[in-house]
């Protein structure tokens, strides 16, 4: 059965450090989620892709956060420079199409800054 | 902004027993998701509800969304140890899908 990649799966970091998470969606899938998980809570979405393109990136911090999916397939998501608050889990996920199918999860990234 | 509220936060519940979690939004939805997050694990879907009124069955759980569709509320009947985790519900609007923060059930054998 296809999945979500996702690495690293653990990143231990200094803040004023840069971290950058790797996502392989589902192969087809058009739209792709960076989520933030903080623990006890829900996934608070960070940005929505649609194909290479930002449907939604509002509640991305952008003047430490980046993110990208150049060729529409894969994905980065960086942080620069991390902060002790950015210590989460970072899923990414992916769907065939906007948010009206069911989301595949990766199996996330847990960040811990120092 | 559209939020979800789930209650309760914690669900404590004896084996075998029922229990019903609720989701409550500000916001009229076009429709809402279900998952399950397993201790450790990532979130799964579980259903998606479209239809004002809907219900929808998966063996001893049973999903509802309102007339209004506003809320929206899982039951689940004689509740086994691999009902344990967080269960999410996700509504969306205008193309954005929110989720709450979830209810994290734990069950006492």
């Known amino acids: 059965e296809a999945e979500v990649a996702q690495s690293p799966r653990y990143k231990i970091t200094e803040k004023s450090q840069a971290v950058a998470f790797w996502c392989d969606p589902i192969?087809?899938?058009?739209?792709l989620y960076w989520y933030r998980q903080i623990l006890g809570q829900g996934p608070e979405l960070l940005v929505q892709f649609q194909d290479e393109s930002v449907v939604d990136d509002s509640q991305l911090p952008k003047d430490r956060f980046s993110a990208e999916r150049l060729k529409g397939v894969d994905s980065t998501l960086k942080i620069q420079p991390a902060e002790l608050g950015d210590s989460a889990m970072y899923l990414c996920?992916?769907?065939?199409?906007?948010?009206?199918?069911?989301?595949?999860f990766g199996p996330g990234t847990r960040l811990t800054v120092l | 902004g559209q939020q979800v509220m789930q209650i309760p936060q914690y669900q404590h519940v004896q084996e075998g027993e029922d229990f019903t979690t609720y989701c409550n939004s500000s916001?009229?939805?076009?429709?809402i998701q279900w998952y399950k997050q397993r201790p450790g694990g990532h979130p799964v879907f579980l259903i998606q509800l479209v239809k004002s009124g809907e219900v929808k069955k998966q063996k001893r759980l049973t999903f509802q969304f309102g007339e209004a569709k506003k809320n929206s509320s899982l039951h689940i009947t004689a509740t086994q140890t691999t009902d344990v985790g967080t269960y999410f519900c996700?509504?969306?609007?205008?193309?954005?899908?929110?989720f709450g923060a979830g209810t994290t059930v734990t069950v006492r054998a």
């Open positions: 916001t009229t939805l076009s429709n």
């Open positions: 996700a509504g969306s609007n205008d193309y954005k899908l929110s």
């Open positions: 996920a992916s769907t065939k199409m906007g948010v009206y199918n069911e989301q595949f």
């Open positions: 192969s087809g899938h058009a739209t």
